[in-house]
């Protein structure tokens, strides 16, 4: 049974949603989010730019795992309909995505 996964924003980024798959995981993040400009009230709000990297794994003996990278970037608008995500990420093996969102942008519990 392949209970975790692994692939999307915040999740190893460069992979698609949920594309790694195992009965065990480990995933480490490290990155900031800073704001750049505050835009006019009522019309939109703070934008923020940030960076992070992702490393991690999914497998089912750990001595299976094979650890894959990535490095993504975003900005973060509020804006009156919810926050507006825009972001990339690259990881090894050529691999790339980019992700534009409207909503909620870190992921929730499984």
Do not use: C
Not at 4 to 25: H, I, K, Q
Not at 63 to 85: H, K, Q, W, Y
């Amino acid at each position: 049974m392949h209970a975790f996964t692994l692939g999307g924003p915040f999740r190893l980024g460069a992979y698609y949603t949920d594309e790694l798959r195992g009965s065990n995981y480990v995933l480490a993040n490290v990155g900031y989010f800073h704001e750049v400009a505050r835009l006019a009230e009522g019309a939109a709000g703070r934008l923020y730019v940030g960076a992070w990297l992702d490393e991690g794994a999914t497998f089912e003996r750990m001595r299976d795992a094979t650890f894959r990278t990535s490095l993504s970037a975003a900005f973060i608008l509020e804006s009156p309909i919810g926050p507006v995500f825009a972001g990339a990420s690259v990881g090894g093996e050529k691999r790339y995505r980019v992700y534009v969102g409207l909503g909620p942008v870190m992921p929730r519990g499984r």
